[in-house]
Structure formats: C-alpha cells, structure tokens
C-alpha cells in the first residue's frame, strides 16, 4: 500500500475524520433509525463504495435526516442520507431550530427516491383522523429525525402540540410498534419508504388503519412548500382495500463541500451501475435514473457529482 507523508496525512484526516492503515482514508456515513430503510441501504452503499474507490473504508453510523446534516456541518461525518424538505431549509437557514442558521458545509449528491409519512393506527381504534389522537398515545421518533418533525407539522395543522396527546419518542422504529401492539400508545407516525417493515411487523399482529392526509395537504404545504402529496397504493399493507394518500418528501445523499472532487465523484458514478442491489434492499431504487439523481433541491451540488452529471449531459449547480 502506497505510504503518504505526515503533511498529507493530516490534511487527510481533517477531510475525512481519521486516518486507518497508512494511505487508507476513512469516511463516516450517518444512516437512520434502525428497522428503517436507511441502515441496509447504508450497508449496500458502503460495500459499493469501498469497490469504487480505492483504498476508501466507510464506517456507518445511526442518524437521522436532520441529525445527519447537522454531523455533516459539525464535522462529526462525512456522509449521509438526508431529506430533501429539511436539507433545504439548512442550507438556506430558513428551517425550524436547529436548521434556522445556515449550514453552508453540506452538499447534494443523488437524490434517490421519495418518502413516505405514514400515520397508523389500530383498525379498531375508532380513529380516523389526526384530531382523533388528541388524549391519547402518539408514538414517534426522537427530535433530529425528520419525521419527528413532519409529526408536529401534521399536529400543528390539526390544531395541536404534543401538550395534547400522550408522546412517546424513540430512535427505534421497532420500540414504537411495541407499544402500539401492547396499547401504550394509539398512533404511530414515520417517514420512510413502503412498505415499511415496521408497520408490516405491526400488520402482522392486529389489524392496522393507515390514515389518508390528504385534507391536511394544503395546510402543510404553507409550512413548507417542498411537501407533496403522494399514494400509498392498494394492498400496500395488509387489508389495505383502497390508496392512501399521505405526505411525501425525497431521500438523498449529502456529503461534505470539503471531501475530494475525485473521490464524490467515483461514489456517485458507482450508484447507478448498483441500482439493482439497491433495489433489493428498497424497490423503488430500480426506478432510479441520472435525472432523479440531480433533482434541484436547492442545495448546492458537490463538484464531484456535478462533474459526474455533466457526463451524463446534465448541468447542475
């Protein structure tokens, strides 16, 4: 292995955190909360990359979309998945505390495929709407995810706060279902993609309702106008009879403005020629294209990537 000097070192280790075996950079990636999409894809995308780039090693990390942004901007990992609704708002610093100031170290990689905000609850629960949880157990995750904070926009627009209902909090999705299944709590609300395997967990042992947001699209658009409105199609989840349509936003990639041209370069060139075993893990990664890769989201695009579309005859900024 080719041995680098001590002056090239230490400028490799403010790029990428640390240093491994001698010529070896590390990067740290934050992924998500463990039953989500996020961790194997993170898994798939490591073994991808260290083929693609050489001597490169990734360490994977737990995260969450606006904890990744901001370990990104503090210097804590290199890499990570984020969403596209909450990365804007911190590369504008237009977003809620903690994305209200701007965080100008962060840079688009791919976009990769949409989310889903879902909202369950037991069939039998006689809830139909968000304004039904009021009094009572509303699971969701811990502040720093993303869809925690889609979870007080959703409350917001039905006229509540989390000084309403029953909150629970976790980093795990898996805990959540637990205590919808043992009837801690009576909602449980996540963004990830579909079908999700938490929920499948949860269909597996009572008969579950997911909740139709369309009425609140409008409202939540005002909040943030990158939400859209999206379907979770028919047989979906067990006895789902009929779509549902819920608010959706996209997963991408993010990494630091400072990590090497060549280096975001040959990640992104790896992710298309691997779709398939990304689609293995999540479905919709087969519909991948360059084109969804370099969707303008208002973040600025590392150079690498940029340099990586314009190949493929896509200018991005």
Same mark, same amino acid.
């Given at each position: 292995m080719r041995?680098? @000097?001590c002056t090239a070192a230490a400028a490799l280790a403010a790029l990428f955190g640390f240093m491994g075996a001698v010529?070896?950079? +590390? /990067?740290?990636?934050m992924t998500g909360p463990q039953a989500g999409f996020w961790v194997p894809l993170g898994g798939q995308l490591k073994d991808i990359w260290e083929k693609a780039v050489p001597d490169l090693k990734v360490q994977s990390l737990p995260g969450a @979309?606006?904890?990744? $942004?901001?370990g990104i901007e503090e210097g804590k990992a290199e890499v990570g998945f984020g969403n596209t609704i909450t990365t804007a708002d911190a590369a504008a610093g237009t977003g809620e505390a903690p994305l209200d100031k701007k965080h100008g170290k962060v840079c688009n990689v791919?976009?990769?495929y949409p989310q889903y905000f879902q909202v369950v609850v037991p069939a039998d629960s006689g809830i139909t709407t968000i304004k039904d949880i009021k009094g009572k157990g509303f699971a969701t995750q811990v502040k720093g995810n993303t869809g925690e904070l889609i979870a007080r926009h959703v409350l917001r627009v039905s006229g509540m706060t989390y000084n309403d209902v029953r909150a629970s909090f976790t980093n795990s999705y898996?805990?959540? $279902? +637990?205590? /919808?299944k043992d009837n801690r709590m009576h909602m449980f609300a996540l963004g990830t993609g579909i079908p999700a395997s938490s929920l499948m967990d949860l269909a597996s042992a009572r008969d579950i309702r997911l909740l139709d947001l369309s009425a609140i699209y409008e409202d939540m658009r005002k909040i943030n106008p990158a939400y859209k409105l999206v379907t979770v199609p028919k047989g979906t989840y067990p006895k789902q009879d009929k779509d549902v349509q819920v608010i959706g936003y996209y997963t991408h990639l993010v990494a630091a403005c400072t990590l090497p041209e060549d280096t975001v370069y040959k990640m992104t060139a790896a992710i298309m020629p691997n779709k398939n075993g990304l689609a293995a893990v999540y479905r919709d990664m087969a519909k991948l294209t360059p084109q969804i890769m370099a969707q303008e989201i208002g973040v600025p695009f590392h150079a690498g990537a940029a340099k990586w579309y314009k190949e493929q005859g896509i200018a991005v900024k």
């Amino acid at each position: 292995m080719r041995r680098i @000097g001590c002056t090239a070192a230490a400028a490799l280790a403010a790029l990428f955190g640390f240093m491994g075996a001698v010529g070896a950079a +590390e /990067v740290r990636m934050m992924t998500g909360p463990q039953a989500g999409f996020w961790v194997p894809l993170g898994g798939q995308l490591k073994d991808i990359w260290e083929k693609a780039v050489p001597d490169l090693k990734v360490q994977s990390l737990p995260g969450a @979309g606006i904890a990744n $942004v901001r370990g990104i901007e503090e210097g804590k990992a290199e890499v990570g998945f984020g969403n596209t609704i909450t990365t804007a708002d911190a590369a504008a610093g237009t977003g809620e505390a903690p994305l209200d100031k701007k965080h100008g170290k962060v840079c688009n990689v791919a976009t990769l495929y949409p989310q889903y905000f879902q909202v369950v609850v037991p069939a039998d629960s006689g809830i139909t709407t968000i304004k039904d949880i009021k009094g009572k157990g509303f699971a969701t995750q811990v502040k720093g995810n993303t869809g925690e904070l889609i979870a007080r926009h959703v409350l917001r627009v039905s006229g509540m706060t989390y000084n309403d209902v029953r909150a629970s909090f976790t980093n795990s999705y898996t805990d959540s $279902v +637990e205590q /919808v299944k043992d009837n801690r709590m009576h909602m449980f609300a996540l963004g990830t993609g579909i079908p999700a395997s938490s929920l499948m967990d949860l269909a597996s042992a009572r008969d579950i309702r997911l909740l139709d947001l369309s009425a609140i699209y409008e409202d939540m658009r005002k909040i943030n106008p990158a939400y859209k409105l999206v379907t979770v199609p028919k047989g979906t989840y067990p006895k789902q009879d009929k779509d549902v349509q819920v608010i959706g936003y996209y997963t991408h990639l993010v990494a630091a403005c400072t990590l090497p041209e060549d280096t975001v370069y040959k990640m992104t060139a790896a992710i298309m020629p691997n779709k398939n075993g990304l689609a293995a893990v999540y479905r919709d990664m087969a519909k991948l294209t360059p084109q969804i890769m370099a969707q303008e989201i208002g973040v600025p695009f590392h150079a690498g990537a940029a340099k990586w579309y314009k190949e493929q005859g896509i200018a991005v900024k």
